[in-house]
């Protein structure tokens, strides 16, 4: 069975808004030629373009200012099809890329396989995040077959800061420990989701990383009690829960 595809997403992007069709956005990469593909692809009118091609092209958005993760997050809530990282060649010879191990534990990153897998499997997507300015509310909304689903998404910790400002400085927090610190902020924050929606699924998802593994396991029990689901991410981008 196809997917069937949302007609327009309403989203808003440094301070502006904006609503992007389907068919818009097929209309619009007509005729366009494909750049060479170096991370992550979307597959419109039956080629393959780089996420940051079609996303431009259809919004008009300079490249500058939006990351690649925000084109990925929206063109795959449109319902297209996105997969990661393909080597340089051309994308018309694209072939099922890879996700990169390197960046794919990173909250942005897990925000967009989500997404992305939930589209896949025909979730509407409601609403998503701009996790990378730390907007306030649900991370993911998704609905299908009368159930909607508030999604609450982390990465996992890096010992650099990503402010480009301070890459060079170390965080004095452990990874670790701050993996503790996310976890329990998700925790937190889906059981008051199930307070104020409870006839919503309830989830939280994470990269599938030994210590958020760990810490699960200590706590499967009452997660399980109070319905909350817990969903991963591995580092090809496959999410394992919805």
């Keep these: 069975m196809e997917t069937q595809r949302p007609s327009f997403i309403q989203f808003s992007l440094n301070g502006h808004d904006y609503q992007l069709a389907s068919r818009d956005l097929e209309s619009r990469l007509v005729d366009v030629a494909p750049e060479v593909i170096r991370k992550h692809a979307v597959k419109v009118n039956d080629v393959w373009f780089p996420v940051v091609q079609a996303f431009q ?31 340089p060649r051309s994308s018309r010879d694209l072939e099922a890329p890879r996700v990169s191990a390197s960046e794919g534990h990173t909250e942005a990153n897990v925000q967009a396989s989500l997404v992305t897998a939930l589209a896949a499997k025909r979730w509407r997507i409601l609403s998503v995040a701009n996790t990378a300015t730390k907007e306030p509310g649900i991370d993911v909304i998704a609905s299908r077959d009368g159930q909607t689903v508030g999604v609450e998404v982390k990465g996992f910790p890096s010992r650099n800061y990503a402010d480009p ?39 939280i998802a994470l990269p599938d990383f030994p210590r958020f593994r760990d810490l699960h396991g200590e706590t499967a029990g009452s997660l399980a009690a109070a319905q909350i689901e817990v969903w991963w991410v591995d580092q090809e981008g496959a999410v394992r829960g919805p």
């Design 57 to 87: 092209v259809a919004t008009g958005i300079p490249r500058s200012a939006f990351r690649s993760n925000t084109a990925r997050r929206h063109l795959a809530a449109l319902g297209f099809e996105i997969v990661g990282n393909a080597e």
């Design 165 to 203: 400002a301070r890459a060079e400085e170390r965080k004095r927090t452990s990874p670790s420990t701050q993996a503790g610190h996310w976890y329990s902020q998700a925790v937190l924050a889906a059981m008051r989701r199930r307070g104020r929606e409870p006839s919503w699924r309830s989830a």
